[in-house]
């Protein structure tokens, strides 16, 4: 097996990267109430940084109180989160990583805002489709302190030794809600036409340039496709939107897909107990009474479906990644269903994409960079049955899995 292709060194941006399997930003559930950074957090990591994994990605980090989207999510909205950052930063680079912080407002994407916060914002007044909320749309005066709120959180990553930020413009939160005609039906100059959806992302992406300055890496997470059948964005706008990026000084871009109102086209795999799972362990469990009710007795159903029109493979976003890296010349990251040597080779040999990355795999087997040329019987490997993602928001990340031990196992 050449595994050669993953050990080939990066460039992104003036950042020198070992190697080309990184780890995806994951919903952790292992900060304290407030966002700080806990022990538990960071012994999630300790194993990835162990096995030399060249660039871990942060779960997703609220950026403000108000965009704070999940229980125990970890912050980077505050300075009071700088220690904790720091102490990330040391870990991940004992052992060669590089650690990169995502950050994200969760705009309408939670099922209630974070306690003081009167309610979610959107681009537009109009309800997510799986967990209920219905936003307030984001007024004009409001938009320079969320822009702010990015460009400050970016200078926290900087300032805790961190190796560079990632833009969450993906998977339905606040900047995918922009993107997408499907929640944002604005008609001032934020809205009506895909140029003008683009604007806040442009914005929030030169201002945490400005704050950081030209030699620090910032990357994007874009959707290729909402998985939407009708309302969802266009391939060829949210390419026009990197290359509008690129020159500008953007470093690259991670190709990802879906968000909560295609439910829950983000992965793939198997779903049996996994709408149960959200509803009672997962985030879903702050929602509705009515509305729990209503999942949990429509839960066979939906998790047939979702069965069939997710089947597991490995790179399902290499069809849309591939067009990007053919536009692009900064380079492009694929996640989607990766984990064994020889697809991950494959796909960066290919040229459809300069690099991956893995979410499942890693929370089966943390030591997966170290394991890559290992025999495949010996390794632990992800089954796909989407029970860490189905208990997101409500029990810490960990594969609970009991046939694959996984060395972060849990019992559910």
């Known amino acids: 097996m050449d595994t050669a292709p993953l050990h080939t060194p990066i460039r992104i941006g003036k950042l020198d990267i070992g190697g080309r399997l990184f780890k995806s930003a994951t919903h952790e559930t292992r900060a304290t109430d407030d966002g ?23 779960g997703n980090m609220f950026v403000s109180w108000q965009g704070k989207s999940a229980y125990r999510q970890a912050g980077i909205h505050s300075d009071q989160m700088l220690p904790g950052l720091k102490e ?16 994200n407002h969760g705009g309408r994407q939670m099922v209630r805002p974070a306690p003081g916060v009167p309610e979610a914002i959107s681009a537009s007044a109009r309800r997510e489709k799986a967990q209920g909320t219905m936003p307030r749309p984001l007024r004009l005066d409001e938009f320079p302190a969320l822009i702010e709120s990015f460009a400050a959180a970016a200078a926290r990553a900087q300032n805790a030794g961190m190796d560079g930020v990632q833009i969450q413009m993906s998977h339905g939160y606040m900047l995918s809600q922009f993107l997408s005609p499907e929640s944002n039906r604005r008609t001032d100059a934020y809205g009506g036409n895909a140029r003008n959806r683009m604007q806040l992302p442009l914005e929030i992406y030169r201002a945490v340039r400005q704050r950081v300055g030209p030699d620090f890496a910032v990357i994007i997470k874009l959707n290729g496709t909402d998985t939407i059948p009708v309302g969802g964005v266009r391939l060829d706008d949210q390419i026009e939107l990197a290359l509008r990026l690129q020159d500008e000084g953007l470093d690259g871009v991670e190709v990802t897909r879906g968000h909560f109102a295609s439910f829950p086209s983000t992965t793939s795999g198997h779903f049996r107990g996994y709408v149960t799972a959200q509803v009672t362990k ?78 499942r795999g890693l929370i089966a087997n943390p030591y997966l960079y170290r394991d890559l040329d290992k025999p495949r019987t010996e390794v632990p490997a992800c089954t796909y049955c989407n029970k860490c993602i189905g208990v997101a928001g409500g029990l810490p990340i960990a594969c609970y899995d009991q046939t694959v031990g996984s060395p972060l196992a849990r019992t559910l």
Do not use: C
């Open 36 to 58: 700080a950074v806990t022990d538990e957090l960071l012994d999630f990591y300790r194993p990835m940084v162990e096995a030399g994994t060249p660039l871990i990605i942060t």
């Open 88 to 103: 990330w930063a040391d870990l991940a680079h004992s052992g060669g990583s590089k650690l990169f912080a995502q950050l």
């Open 282 to 359: 997962g985030a879903m469990q702050e929602a509705s009474m009515p509305r729990r009710l209503t999942f949990r007795a429509l839960a066979p159903v939906i998790e047939f479906g979702l069965e069939r029109a997710f089947p597991y493979r490995e790179g399902y976003n290499l069809p849309q990644a591939q067009e990007f890296t053919k536009a692009l010349d900064i380079p492009v990251i694929t996640v989607g269903g990766f984990q064994t040597p020889a697809a991950m080779a494959e796909a960066i040999r290919s040229g459809a994409t300069d690099a991956v990355a893995s979410a």
